[in-house]
């Protein structure tokens, strides 16, 4: 079955941790996304990927860093320097731009600092 | 600037009636698309629809259906015949040609709740 995958499920860190969020898809998709949902509000882009070896940051990318050595990983990393850090954090990716260019997405991350 | 409203917070309906959410977009392009994605308590958000600018036809798929108009800016979303499956939270999001990314500008979400 294609689609995406995201581990662990529920993450929990001490405060000054950093935490790395797996984010993998066999859709062959081109362009890969992480975003950042808080309760009550809609989702924020925090990096996106068009091609291996190249990402950009989205609105909110302060705190955060990625990498994308493979066309199917986009793995996400919370550093310390993030300072409410605690969300529920969503991968996705798409075909490249223009026709077909909706997103799916991957089942989540809940990420909580303690 | 950008941007995408659903001013519905939260919905709850009675099994069976029909409910609409509202969508409403800024966008300074001419081409651009809009979404409604659906999130169920289990978090992952499952893709519904996608309609670019140039295509106004309203569509149905089965108990969905959405009405396009740009005249409005709205991208309306109409559930008929409501079931329990359909409690979800709603989001519509919005990207722009214009950008060199389909980057999604989501709204709050609509929270509907259907009882039984």
């Known amino acids: 079955d294609g689609g995406i995958t995201q581990s662990p499920k529920y993450l929990f860190r001490k405060e000054g941790q950093n935490v790395t969020l797996s984010c993998e898809q066999n859709?062959?998709?081109?362009?890969m996304y992480w975003y950042r949902q808080d309760p009550g509000q809609g989702l924020r882009l925090i990096y996106y990927s068009q091609i291996v070896n190249d990402f950009q940051k989205g609105d909110i990318a302060e705190g955060y860093s990625v990498s994308r050595e493979k066309k199917e990983s986009f793995p996400l990393t919370v550093t310390s320097a993030q300072k409410n850090p605690t969300a529920f954090y969503l991968c996705?990716?798409?075909?490249?731009?223009?026709?077909?260019?909706?997103?799916?997405f991957g089942p989540g991350t809940r990420l909580t600092v303690l | 600037a950008q941007k995408v409203t659903q001013a519905q917070t939260e919905i709850s309906v009675v099994e069976k009636e029909d409910v609409t959410l509202d969508c409403v977009y800024e966008?300074?392009?001419?081409?651009?698309?809009l979404f409604w994605y659906k999130q169920p308590p289990s978090g992952e958000l499952v893709f519904l629809i996608r309609?670019?600018?140039?295509?106004?036809q309203n569509e149905i798929s089965g108990r969905y259906s959405w009405n396009f108009q740009k005249s409005t800016s709205s991208f309306n979303f109409t559930i008929t015949a409501s079931q329990v499956v359909d409690s979800a939270v709603y989001f519509c999001?919005?990207?722009?040609?214009?950008?060199?990314?389909?980057?999604?500008?989501f709204g709050t979400g609509t929270r509907l709740q259907v009882f039984p």
């Open positions: 309609r670019n600018s140039f295509d106004e």
């Open positions: 966008t300074r392009d001419t081409t651009y698309y």
């Open positions: 996705a990716s798409s075909r490249a731009r223009g026709q077909d260019n909706e997103q799916f």
């Open positions: 999001a919005l990207s722009e040609e214009s950008y060199n990314t389909d980057k999604l500008i």
């Open positions: 859709l062959n998709h081109d362009a």
